[in-house]
């Protein structure tokens, strides 16, 4: 009876693990593939099926000179605008949301919980609705086609989701231990950054990880409001793209996309799974 | 070193949560407030404080007005009924935080979270995380972070409705001796509970509140054999007073048209007319030649056994001195001890008890 | 409704390391059908295992549960024909009383009219007739929990129910009239009732019979006046009652008195099979008598605190360095300085390394 039970999990769970790896695998061969290879019907095993050669991955690396598309500036903007935005996020984000989650603010019928839904219905309105007034207000800053630019607009993006998962995180905190630290001798503020802040990291690595997502994933603003002298990830990955589609290239541009997230996934999976933080404020 | 409330309201939508608090403790005294849940106690013992901002009136405290002085420079300690630590601190970073927090030097605080450590007896638990103790020992880290400080005034907030029965009374002998040494050194000491056996056994001075007033302030004796009206005699006996509606007609006394004794010497000065009675359980016992009962409930704690009796009109709660098992439903004979009985006028006043000459 | 028998149940929660501790020591019980159950016992002591042992939400590592003479060590929760009640209380709060109630019969797919009969049937043992159509969400806690409870009720094949901590949330007044209602229920339904707790005063006023457990192991199974009158440990005779027993180290005198101090003390306890080192007299505080003057088996001790515990007076009295607790009615009166205190020949027990001697 147990044999048979934890053999058909394993089998459950060796086939979800197949379906989530195989696009993986799919894409790490392809990007090792050349035009025949491709076109000319499905080929699996290197060396047996297909010769392998590295051009899709040397592409991403040659200038456009020389016919290439260099994605590696791109990449490096990326990291740099979703860090910084996530950053800001999370940091105006949990002052935001301590407040709401702690403080008591009316104005006529608005109260804290439409102030918010109000953070996080900026969510729910379709992107495109955004894009012509961020379009105008950058280009009246100054700010279009510039890594700042596009930090602000992710900020505005990221921020109510980091407000939405931290009022949730600091209402399950349970407010005496704000009221002892009082009690303690510290100030508000005080209180807030020795106590308050430590017992807050598990939901502020939540928060994170999320924002990240959503900025790296992001294309439509990258695309909108840059032009040439800055270019992101994403849309550098779809400028790859030609009336030959090279799938080769593309497939190697998306394992590099996609991998940062990989590792910060483990990053923060293997944290909150070790100091079972979530669990030491009941 | 008086802490003085004169006149404390503080009004939900509806309800009071304070409502005209006004006393004077003065320290080396232990305050036990008892009252149900919901009568006001955390609310009062959040104002003193100052975590709440009552609506009106004023604290003061050693002649200052305590109201202009925010929490963090109060001198006050709390304890909750949750087990409040800092889950990121170890215990001992736990009692050292309030210490570290007002700059005292180092080779100090070492001294006196030690001596706290001892005074809760967890030497050896130093180093352990919050979330590696049990419920009663998260609560002495608790206790010992509030006397580290060595406040002016020390708040309690039922702070042992949470634990196990066992370990509550052991931790309440030990909470006693602590306080003992710890209210002889100049503290305010308040304590709020709903159980009465524990606001007997703290011994101190009782404050019975209910919906945001207080009902009566005094010692224990004072409170257990005068209380000053039907809801403190409920409130302030488990279980609670029984109580009838009644009248006394010359030398009769009736209890809800039923039951007719005899009126007692104690309620010789009593006019006739209509009286609320109360008497406890212990003045309700098992005599052959009572008033029939049924039982309806029969409880046996310790080398007791409470009875849970009614008939058509009364229910009422008899104790045995014995030990006895009852069916459900039996018919017993119940005598009403009547130099027990208390009269309380029709507005729920204390007319007369028991103990009234002795007072 | 079952006889439940355990046989040589043990439980271990990680049995295959090498330092595998027993969460429940190895034991065997028999719970009469019909009966009124507390298990007892400090947090950590393994009761909630037993109860859980019982329910099938843990299998034990080792031993057989027999329902009725029937193996079901290994068959599921839901096969056991087994109603729980927990801390809190579970209903569906988006239906009605009626439907709380119906559900477990719906479940099983009974027809319209049994069900209509059988919920209507609960509903009037637990008073809650007047509420059926209530949405449930609405109700108080201890309605709640009568809800909870009254969904086992409603299936006819229980072979007990359970009840882990059921009043914890109910409110100090209610809580009696649920005690009642559970009595009620064991009587009417004749139904076996198991129910887990930590505070003795609810397991004397509920049971017929107590098991106290500590450290996962039973250590005394009997009626509230026997646990009280002849608690078989020293733990026992510490964990139930409020003050704790008396206890002293004292010697064995001879067959049927011991030496405590520079006193001499006789018991009704034959003593001449105990020749051990660690003795202890035990005696509730409720029975040692306040004297007028010096009698047999009675110590004179100097009283060092009366507190007022309503009711009650307990007395603090120092007799050779041993504290002597005394429980008198408030009425009695005790003198300012010395007193003679007597200890009953028969309320004398007498334990030998922590073990009552019978």
Same mark, same amino acid.
């Given at each position: %009876? ?29 990007? $090792? ?5 491709? !076109?000319?019907?499905? !080929? ?64 006529? $019928? ?7 839904? $109000? ?32 930090? %602000? ?5 990221? %921020? ?5 998962? %931290? ?42 990880? $999320? ?72 | ?359 | ?124 043992? =637990?008073?809650?007739?007047? #509420? =059926? ?28 129910? #359970? ?10 007044? #209610? ?180 073990? #009552?001697?019978?």
């Amino acid at each position: %009876m147990g044999t048979f039970y934890t053999t058909l999990k394993y089998t459950a769970v060796t086939i979800w693990s197949m379906f989530v790896i195989a696009p993986f695998l799919w894409a790490l061969s392809t990007s $090792f593939k050349d035009f025949n290879s491709v !076109t000319s019907g499905a !080929t699996y095993i290197p060396w047996v099926d297909f010769e392998p050669t590295l051009e899709g991955w040397r592409v991403l690396l040659r200038s456009p000179a020389q016919g290439g598309v260099n994605i590696v500036e791109p990449y490096l903007n990326s990291i740099f605008v979703t860090c910084l935005a996530s950053f800001i996020s999370i940091l105006l984000g949990t002052l935001a949301a301590y407040a709401l989650s702690r403080y008591t603010f009316k104005a006529g $019928f608005i109260k804290n919980d439409d102030i918010t839904f $109000f953070f996080i219905s900026q969510r729910i309105m379709p992107p495109v609705v955004l894009a012509i007034p961020f379009f105008i207000m950058l280009g009246k800053l100054g700010l279009l086609d510039t890594l700042l630019g596009l930090v %602000m607009v992710y900020v505005v993006l990221l %921020m109510p989701i980091a407000v939405w998962i %931290m009022v949730d995180f600091f209402n399950k905190v349970p407010v005496e231990i704000d009221e002892t630290a009082l009690i303690d001798g510290c100030n508000p503020i005080q209180a807030f950054f020795k106590v308050v802040l430590p017992n807050s990291i598990p939901g502020m690595v939540v928060a994170g990880l $999320f924002c990240m997502i959503f900025g790296w994933t992001d294309f439509f603003f990258a695309f909108i409001l840059t032009f040439t002298e800055v270019q992101l990830l994403p849309v550098a990955i779809v400028s790859l793209n030609s009336s030959i589609t090279p799938w080769w290239s593309l497939s190697a541009a998306a394992l590099v996309s996609v991998a940062p997230l990989i590792v910060v996934a483990f990053i923060v999976e293997r944290y909150l799974s070790k100091g079972n933080l979530s669990g030491a404020l009941k | 070193m008086t802490l003085i409330a004169s006149n404390l309201t503080t009004k939900g939508k509806e309800e009071f949560f304070l409502n005209d608090i006004s006393f004077e403790m003065s320290p080396g005294k232990i305050y036990t407030i008892i009252g149900r849940t919901l009568s006001g106690k955390t609310t009062l013992l959040k104002t003193i404080a100052g975590l709440i901002a009552q609506d009106s009136g004023t604290l003061s405290f050693n002649g200052n007005n305590f109201d202009v002085i925010p929490v963090w420079k109060r001198q006050v300690a709390m304890v909750y009924q949750q087990f409040i630590n800092y889950p990121h601190l170890n215990v001992y970073d736990n009692i050292a935080f309030p210490l570290k927090q007002r700059k005292v030097d180092l080779a100090e605080i070492k001294d006196r979270v030690k001596q706290a450590i001892e005074q809760v007896g967890l030497e050896g638990f130093e180093e352990r995380k919050i979330q590696a103790l049990s419920g009663g020992q998260q609560q002495r880290v608790a206790l010992a972070r509030s006397l580290v400080k060595n406040a002016n005034i020390l708040l309690l907030d039922e702070p042992l409705v949470n634990l196990d029965y066992k370990l509550r009374e052991q931790l309440r002998e030990e909470f006693k001796k602590i306080f003992s040494s710890k209210a002889s050194e100049e503290a305010i000491l308040i304590y709020s509970t709903t159980d009465p056996i524990e606001a007997m056994q703290l011994g101190g001075e009782v404050i019975v509140m209910d919906e945001g007033k207080i009902l009566q302030q005094g010692s224990a004796k004072e409170i257990y054999e005068n209380p000053r009206s039907t809801k403190v005699a409920e409130i302030t006996n488990d279980p609670a007073m029984n109580l009838f509606d009644g009248e006394i007609n010359g030398k009769k006394i009736t209890l809800n048209n039923e039951v007719i004794l005899n009126i007692p010497k104690h309620f010789k000065d009593l006019p006739d007319g209509k009286y609320s009675f109360g008497i406890r359980a212990s003045g309700v016992t098992l005599d052959k030649s009572g008033f029939p009962f049924q039982i309806e409930l029969a409880e046996i704690s310790g080398s007791e056994t409470f009875l849970h009796l009614n008939n058509d009109q009364i229910h009422v709660v008899g104790l045995l001195d014995a030990v006895k098992n009852f069916n459900i439903g039996e018919t017993v004979k119940v005598s009403f001890d009547i130099e027990k009985l208390y009269a309380f006028g029709s507005d729920g006043i204390l007319m007369s008890s028991p103990y009234s000459g002795t007072k | 409704m079952a006889q439940i028998k355990l046989q040589n149940i043990a439980h271990s929660y990680n049995p295959n390391s090498v330092d595998s501790k027993y969460a429940l020591k190895p034991f065997d019980m028999t719970w009469v059908d019909g009966g009124r159950y507390a298990i007892l016992g400090p947090s950590g002591c393994g009761k909630s295992t037993m109860l859980n042992i019982m329910s099938g939400i843990v299998k034990p590592s080792e031993g057989r549960l027999l329902f009725d003479g029937v193996d079901v060590t290994d068959e599921t929760t839901s096969d056991r024909n087994i109603a729980q009640v927990f801390q809190f209380p579970v209903i569906y709060g988006t239906m009605t009383v009626h439907d709380n109630l119906a559900f477990p019969l719906v479940c099983r797919g009974y027809d319209k009219s049994f069900i209509e009969s059988k919920v209507n049937e609960v509903a009037e043992a =637990l008073s809650l007739e007047g #509420l =059926l159509s209530q949405s449930a969400r609405k109700l108080t806690a201890d309605q709640k929990q009568l809800i909870s409870l009254g969904r086992g009720l409603v299936r006819d094949n229980v072979a007990a129910i #359970l009840m882990d901590e059921p009043l914890t949330v109910i409110d100090p007044d #209610l809580k009696f009239r649920l005690r009642r209602k559970l009595k009620e229920i064991n009587q009417k339904y004749q139904s076996t009732l198991i129910y887990v707790t930590h505070d003795q005063n609810e397991a004397m006023t509920f049971a017929e019979n107590i098991i106290v457990m500590d450290d996962g192991e039973i250590v005394q199974v009997g009626s509230p006046a026997e646990l009280f009158d002849r608690p078989r440990t020293t733990f026992v005779g510490y964990f139930i009652g409020a003050p704790a027993m008396n206890l002293f180290e004292c010697d064995v005198v001879d067959s049927n008195s011991i030496k405590f101090g520079s006193e001499k003390i006789s018991t009704e306890t034959d003593l001449k099979s105990v020749n051990g080192e660690n003795i202890k007299l035990g005696i509730r505080a409720e029975y040692v008598q306040l004297m007028k003057s010096s009698a047999k088996n009675t110590v004179q001790a100097k009283v060092e605190s009366v507190d007022d515990w309503g009711n009650h007076k307990l007395i603090s009295a120092n007799f050779e360095g041993n504290i002597i607790k005394v429980k008198v009615k408030r009425e009695v009166e005790v003198p300012a300085e010395n007193v003679y205190l007597r200890f009953p020949t028969n309320n004398c027990c007498i334990y030998e390394n922590e073990i #009552l001697v019978p």
